[in-house]
């Protein structure tokens, strides 16, 4: 029987062989940690925004303007779609069978049969034909001519004796009066239309409307015909014969009759007046009430021919098909769709997480640099989304992003994530493998262009190179995928190139507010910010000149040696520049501002002259701060000592201890600087370089091979510290940090050759 000592070292013993969690339960593990829940609910969030502004559950259109298609279209539902030509004719033909609308005036029939009656009443009262009355009783007969036979005076005469004999009669004049008004009343109330009133547009309307104003107004439809003068008075005669005739009671009076036919004619008026108004009113109102006319697409007919490039008509008739075919969709097919939408975006943000998990992790340390990199990235879909539907743009937000990505993080995550907004971009918005490639090989070009920032035209020439890749890629595979090589084809290659441009200059005036937002540091802002003038440099050079001076060799020291295993030169420069500008705070407590017979620890416990020396970390931040250095700055400032000890008051308060055994033991934490230790490569750096200068500077004689030992033994110390746990740094990097630095510093502190007559400098 086993003894239970022995089970349990063994049971420890198997548990110390298992093998280290695997890289998938490591990201499970990471993000299953209860801080990541905000993470995960910021990116659904973000995954259902994105749904929503795309409207990911219908598939998208996918043709767009200059596409020329290999075969022909035909639509996947029956579709209509208004026939401009036939709508327009149905128009046409109705504002043409529109009725004129017309303004009757009765009045003037009243009038007419008024002075009728006034000149029948001066024939009859007249005491002898004279003048005046040969003048009025002319007017009912015509003028001679080639077709009239003339009546002579006589005759005349003769009938205008008659006509005194026949009003002579009692009641005559009254009959006569009445009679013509009956003849002429039917005629009052429809009106009579003169050649001059009739409407040039009246088309093929046969009938026209006839308004009668008054206070017993009245609107009727009337035949056209009915109301033409020369009909109506055809119809006059005829009335005026028959009443006239009713007169005669056995007498002749077929000259009045033909007397009173030619005066009506000759003075008959119109009655009515085109109201151009209300006709107009009239025929708005027929064509408002033509219905549009369809034209319908079976799945049969095909919508666009090969061959062509799509123009606005055809992209319309495939929008139109398009809109069919989502609206006879079932809310299952937009359910499914949706899902599958939302499975890639959640595929392609996994596949950044775990780029993030083991390479960034920094970025899902803090909820508002997470928030700084999903809020943009998710922007620059929509974006894509919509400039692709109106402008085929979409490669403008996708190579800002890829360019902001590549300055703020790396070149290679940069890659990752214009792939996936790029293969984003294209399946929201239905556009084909040639705008993936375009895309992917333009944002591809600019971010392995973006390695260093010197200058702002360098932005300005990674987008025109970037434009040149997008021209080239559109157009050639383009060609490769069957298009043919049109004008069109290359107008629109012509205009990707145009937006990569655009999108460089965009960037241009964007990296100011991404370096603010992001906390960064390029180049451009590095070489500003390493100007001699700064006014804080210009205050440490003022009250704390030693250390100025040590400053700028540690930059000098500590730009080559970053160099050296390609880190950022530049940043470590400037870096040192101020890492020390909290000694301006009190200088003379730093022997390198001190005079030979002035040191101001003499007289002060080991403890209080640790707390002085240390406090330059924390007012040198303070200060960065107060001036708006930035963040990268302030980490110089706090990391370039990390953790070690105040070797020098540490051993001063050992020996004390020694000497005194009554003294308690020395608490090495007291005499450690409060870190953090080293968090990048950069930092690391700027403390191997400040340990290292400090010290050349107590060697009597600074020989290449004690330079050299001493930089092997300070970084040596450091490393055995752990001080360069936390920034990746490796031993062959270490290596070539210590070379660098030991040459750089053998030319500052190089041997000079003693001459005789001479002191030494």
């Not at 004279?130 to 005759?155: C, G, H, K, Q, Y």
């Not at 606005?312 to 299952?332: K, M, N, P, T, V």
Request: glycine residues 4%.
């Amino acid at each position: 029987m086993a003894q239970p000592g022995k089970t349990k070292k063994r049971a420890k013993h198997v548990a110390s062989l298992e093998l280290p969690p695997g890289t998938f339960r490591r990201f499970i593990s990471e993000l299953s940690h209860p801080d990541k829940l905000l993470y995960l609910a910021c990116a659904l969030f973000a995954a259902i925004a994105l749904w929503l502004v795309t409207g990911a559950w219908n598939p998208p259109m996918q043709y767009r303007p200059g596409y020329v298609p290999p075969s022909e279209i035909h639509p996947r539902v029956q579709f209509s779609v208004l026939d401009p030509l036939a709508t327009a004719k149905a128009e046409r033909d109705a504002e043409n069978e529109a009725k004129s609308v017309y303004l009757n005036e009765p009045a003037k029939l009243d009038r007419l049969r008024a002075r009728l009656q006034s000149i029948i009443v001066q024939l009859t009262t007249a005491k002898q034909f004279d003048v005046e009355v040969e003048r009025l009783w002319n007017e009912f007969f015509p003028i001679a001519d080639d077709d009239v036979t003339p009546v002579s005076p006589m005759e005349r005469e003769e009938q205008f004796q008659k006509l005194k004999a026949l009003f002579a009669r009692e009641n005559m004049l009254t009959a006569f009066e009445q009679n013509i008004a009956n003849a002429l009343k039917p005629f009052a109330s429809r009106g009579i239309m003169a050649p001059e009133q009739l409407d040039e547009k009246q088309g093929q309307a046969a009938s026209i409307i006839v308004v009668t104003p008054g206070p017993n107004a009245t609107k009727q439809v009337i035949s056209q015909n009915d109301v033409l003068k020369a009909q109506v008075f055809e119809s006059i005669r005829a009335n005026l014969k028959t009443h006239l005739e009713s007169l005669a009671k056995g007498e002749d009076i077929s000259f009045l009759v033909q007397a009173v036919d030619f005066w009506v004619e000759k003075n008959l008026p119109g009655t009515l007046t085109i109201d151009k108004i209300a006709t107009a009113k009239e025929r708005e109102d027929a064509v408002a009430a033509v219905e549009p006319v369809m034209h319908i697409y079976s799945t049969k007919d095909a919508v666009v021919l090969p061959g062509k490039p799509l123009d606005a008509i055809g992209i319309e008739l495939l929008h139109a098909e398009h809109r069919a075919y989502i609206d006879q969709r079932s809310f299952f097919s937009k359910t499914i769709y949706s899902l599958a939408i939302l499975g890639m975006y959640y595929a392609l943000g996994t596949l950044c997480a775990i780029y993030l998990v083991f390479k960034c992790p920094s970025i899902l340390k803090d909820l508002n640099e997470y928030l700084l990199f999903l809020i943009p990235t998710c922007a620059t879909i929509a974006l894509g989304y919509w400039f692709d539907d109106r402008w085929q743009a979409e490669i403008i937000p996708a190579m800002i992003l890829a360019m902001t990505v590549s300055i703020v993080y790396r070149q290679e995550f940069a890659l990752l994530v214009t792939a996936c907004v790029s293969l984003a971009i294209v399946l929201t918005s239905g556009t084909s493998l040639v705008a993936f490639v375009t895309i992917a090989a333009t944002c591809s070009a600019a971010t392995l262009s973006m390695n260093r920032i010197r200058s702002r035209n360098k932005l300005i020439f990674v987008g025109l190179w970037a434009g040149v890749v997008a021209f080239t890629t559109k157009y050639g595979v383009s060609i490769v995928s069957g298009q043919p090589a049109t004008m069109a084809l290359l107008q629109a290659a012509a205009w990707q190139g145009v937006y990569a441009v655009g999108a460089g200059f965009l960037m241009t005036g964007l990296l100011p507010f991404v370096e603010k937002a992001y906390g960064i540091l390029t180049d451009i802002s590095l070489l500003e910010l390493g100007d001699a003038a700064h006014p804080l440099l210009q205050k440490l050079a003022q009250r704390a000149p030693g250390t100025y001076n040590h400053s700028i060799t540690v930059a000098s020291i500590a730009e080559s040696a970053a160099d050296s295993i390609a880190a950022n030169g530049l940043l470590v420069r400037v870096g040192a520049y101020f890492h020390d500008i909290g000694k301006m705070m009190k200088p003379e407590y730093f022997i390198e501002n001190q005079n030979a017979s002035d040191n101001r620890h003499e007289g002060l416990n080991p403890a209080i002259s640790t707390l002085v020396i240390i406090a330059h970390v924390k007012d040198g931040a303070d200060l960065a701060r107060q001036n708006r250095l930035p963040r990268a700055i302030i980490d110089f400032i706090e990391q370039h000592h990390g953790t070690t000890l105040v070797e020098y008051f540490y051993r001063v308060a050992s020996a004390k201890v020694e000497a005194n055994p009554d003294e308690r033991e020395v608490d090495e934490t007291i005499y450690r600087y409060p870190g953090p230790k080293p968090q990048t490569k950069e930092a690391a750096v700027l403390m191997i370089c400040d340990a290292v200068e400090s010290a050349c500077r107590t060697l009597v004689e600074p020989t290449a091979s004690r330079i050299e030992a001493l930089v092997e033994e300070l970084s040596m110390k450091r490393l055995l510290d752990g001080q360069f746990d936390e920034c990746g740094l490796t031993l062959r990097e270490l290596r070539q940090i210590q070379s660098s630095v030991t040459k750089s510093l053998t030319a500052v502190y190089h041997g000079r050759v003693k001459y005789p007559s001479s002191q030494p400098a």
